[in-house]
């Protein structure tokens, strides 16, 4: 048997080696081996929605947001762990992180690139445009008046390069939730749109419903200046009120259910930790009010009672079926606010009609609660009594448990009247929360020096 050269051997190695690498990589490198099938690279906008509205449900208005600062209006009491501390006004920047980093990153940076994908994606979109920007603007609006300034310009600018983005004032996030209102009525009455809007959870895609919210949305944020315009801003929260809802089956909100649970109702099936303020249940308890079986379930003793603001009562009433029942949906905004708005801007214009707007916001409110009209209540306890601003702002108060705009409301008209907590660490109600702690570690330089008691621009 003849003898193979070991030089031969070595040229053939080099020759297979020099064809493999003369081979494109594509022809035998399975590029999808590094893909995470969970993370992908690009989302159509029907899913993006769907997943922007869950996440404002949970942490804007579910959750995060809504559970401190309804402690501070006393519609909440903190009983034990974190919520104790809050209920003193005791907050941290490290308590507010998973906060602002779902507003960021699940919500605005998100609805950004919605926003972006509707107007570039081949053929334009403006309806689904004009839901992102109804979105953005209602984000942009609740947080910026829960912290002030906040990053908005620079950090949803698209451009890698600003890490540390700068913080644009309140005044100018106004303008911008203003814009973005006016844009979206403009995009939502677009008849040629390339991509219907589906995957939406809120209205399942009805574009009229959008526009009624755009302009609730915008008649909210105008009365917020009211405090700076005067009556400048009644004028124009009456113009917005005159185009958005017409009924409680305009009302713009977030569905849970079985498999997505309500977060109130998630944080007391895991914590336990709130009880029904004894501020708020004392004003139904006042009025025998109907709403008050469905805001509060009945204390081990059978009754209705609230825990006074820092008392630490853990025998006091839970949140009730319409706060945290697995299903229940939390609002995002309003046929009764959008009245309550009307009837106060028509009162201090001194316009006929506020106590007729007064009282449809009150009527709204009891029949979204309750399912029923509770006609007599109505007629005993709000019809014909002589509407003024603590009353409108005290069933605004009562109407608006589980939201954000009370604490508001608080801050901009000084109703209902609330006592200091019992063991407060300061010596007032918190009229803000404070940056992250993640801001601090990453974005120094920018954030703004504040306390809890530094009001924000509009309060000012």
């Not at 609805?111 to 053929?123: D, F, H, M, V, Y």
């Not at 569905?255 to 004003?283: H, K, S, V, W």
């Not at 109407?399 to 006592?419: K, M």
Request: aromatic share 10%; glycine share 6%; with cysteine.
């Amino acid at each position: 048997m003849k003898k193979i050269n070991n030089f031969n051997i070595k040229n053939l190695i080099l020759v297979f080696t020099l064809v493999l690498m003369a081979t494109s990589c594509s022809d035998w490198i399975d590029h999808d081996l590094n893909t995470d099938p969970d993370s992908p690279a690009d989302v159509p906008m029907n899913l993006l929605l769907p997943s922007i509205q869950q996440k404002m449900g949970y942490s804007l208005l579910g959750n995060d947001a809504v559970r401190t600062n309804n402690i501070w209006t006393q519609h909440f009491d903190g009983v034990d762990r974190q919520s104790y501390t809050e209920a003193r006004y005791q907050i941290t920047p490290a308590d507010v992180n998973n906060l602002w980093s779902s507003v960021y990153t699940g919500m605005m940076i998100n609805t950004s690139i919605l926003i972006n994908k509707a107007k570039t994606e081949g053929a334009e979109s403006p309806n689904f445009a004009g839901v992102g920007q109804v979105l953005m603007a209602t984000t942009l609006g609740i947080t910026t008046d829960l912290f002030g300034d906040i990053p908005y310009s620079e950090a949803l600018s698209g451009s890698q390069n600003i890490l540390k983005p700068a913080y644009d004032s309140q005044e100018s996030i106004y303008g911008s939730i203003f814009s973005l209102l006016d844009e979206a009525v403009v995009n939502l009455s677009s008849t040629t749109n390339a991509f219907q809007v589906k995957g939406d959870v809120c209205y399942n895609g009805n574009v009229d419903k959008w526009k009624k919210a755009a302009y609730s949305i915008k008649a909210r944020h105008t009365l917020q200046l009211s405090g700076k315009k005067g009556n400048a801003a009644y004028t124009d929260a009456l113009a917005a009120v005159a185009n958005g809802f017409s009924s409680n089956a305009d009302d713009l909100k977030v569905p849970f259910e079985d498999a997505n649970r309500n977060p109130i109702f998630q944080f007391m099936e895991q914590r336990t930790d709130i009880r029904m303020g004894g501020t708020f249940i004392d004003m139904l308890l006042d009025s025998n009010d109907p709403r008050l079986p469905f805001y509060a379930a009945k204390d081990s003793d059978g009754n209705y009672s609230g825990s006074a603001a820092g008392s630490q009562n853990p025998d006091a009433s839970r949140p009730g079926s319409y706060i945290a029942s697995f299903n229940s949906s939390v609002s995002l905004m309003t046929y009764s606010e959008l009245k309550f708005i009307e009837a106060e801007a028509r009162l201090m214009l001194g316009q006929a009609g506020a106590q007729q707007a007064y009282e449809a916001a009150v009527a709204a409110s009891v029949l979204r609660v309750t399912g029923s009209a509770n006609t007599a209540w109505l007629v005993a306890n709000i019809n014909g009594v002589p509407v003024t601003l603590q009353n409108i702002i005290e069933q605004k108060y009562i109407d608006g448990v589980s939201t954000n705009q009370p604490y508001a409301d608080y801050r901009r008209t000084g109703f209902p009247v609330l006592t200091i907590a019992q063991g407060a660490l300061i010596p007032s109600i918190p009229v803000r929360f404070p940056y992250p702690q993640s801001e601090f570690d990453y974005n120094n330089e920018n954030v703004p020096t504040v306390v809890l008691t530094d009001k924000v621009w509009w309060d000012q």
